[in-house]
T-cell receptor, first 113, second 113 residues
Framework: KNQVEQSPQSLIILEGKNCTLQCNYTVSPFSNLRWYKQDTGRGPVSLTIMTFSENTKSNGRYTATLDADTKQSSLHITASQLSDSASYIC????????????FGKGTHLIIQP | NAGVTQTPKFRILKIGQSMTLQCTQDMNHNYMYWYRQDPGMGLKLIYYSVGAGITDKGEVPNGYNVSRSTTEDFPLRLELAAPSQTSVYFCAAHPRGNTGELFFGEGSRLTVL
């Protein structure tokens, strides 16, 4: 069964600090991996989409890495801000039909002033 | 552009009642999805559609029905509401297959008492 595991489940850091969120997956075949940010009470918003050939992708202070060999991805947040407080969801696509997305449970990140 | 719009945002139902969650998109995307998100869990696919007139079951379709008469609209029908259907429901759309960006609505929070 395809699975996406995220760690840690929750994380609290001080404003201005960096942090890294992890995503391990067993999805096969692999098409792409996405990171989403979900603010409380809102819908998820895309941060990055990475294909098999991409190792690193940045979106402002967010940098995602992908190791397709070990089936691992990370999301690094630099110089965190209070607005970064949210859940971060890793989603892996099988590359098959329209239903081929597997969602992780997310990492709940809290930035403290 | 409004993107993906869901109504209502909040609803309380009694056991056995029925209702329809509305979803409309103005991006002319072919693929549309309904997910439910339970506390501490990843998003689960209920139903999806690859175009007008075509719908398919996802991972958790029991107790729900959908229709797709136009590209823009993808309503989700709950028949005989049960407490297990208490959840936050998200509608999403993307342009093609599973490589395009997935756009989510803001969610509909449903409570069944």
């Amino acid at each position: 069964k395809n699975q996406v595991e995220q760690s840690p489940q929750s994380l609290i850091i001080l404003e201005g600090k960096n942090c890294t969120l992890q995503c391990n997956y067993t999805v096969s075949p692999f098409s792409n991996l996405r990171w989403y940010k979900q603010d409380t009470g809102r819908g998820p918003v895309s941060l990055t989409i990475m294909t098999f050939s991409e190792n690193t992708k940045s979106n402002g202070r967010y940098t995602a890495t992908l190791d397709a060999d070990t089936k691992q991805s990370s999301l690094h947040i630099t110089a965190s801000q209070l607005s970064d407080s949210a859940s971060y969801i890793c989603v892996v696509s099988e590359g098959g039909g329209a239903d081929g997305l597997t969602f992780g449970k997310g990492t709940h990140l809290i930035i403290q002033p | 552009n409004a993107g993906v719009t869901q109504t209502p945002k909040f609803r309380i139902l009694k056991i056995g009642q029925s209702m329809t969650l509305q979803c409309t998109q103005d991006m002319n995307h072919n693929y549309m999805y309904w997910y439910r998100q339970d506390p501490g869990m990843g998003l689960k696919l209920i139903y999806y559609s690859v175009g007008a007139g075509i719908t398919d079951k996802g991972e958790v379709p029991n107790g729900y029905n959908v229709s797709r008469s136009t590209t823009e609209d993808f309503p989700l029908r709950l028949e005989l509401a049960a407490p297990s259907q208490t959840s936050v429901y998200f509608c999403a759309a993307h342009p093609r297959g599973n490589t395009g960006e997935l756009f989510f609505g803001e969610g509909s929070r449903l409570t069944v008492l």
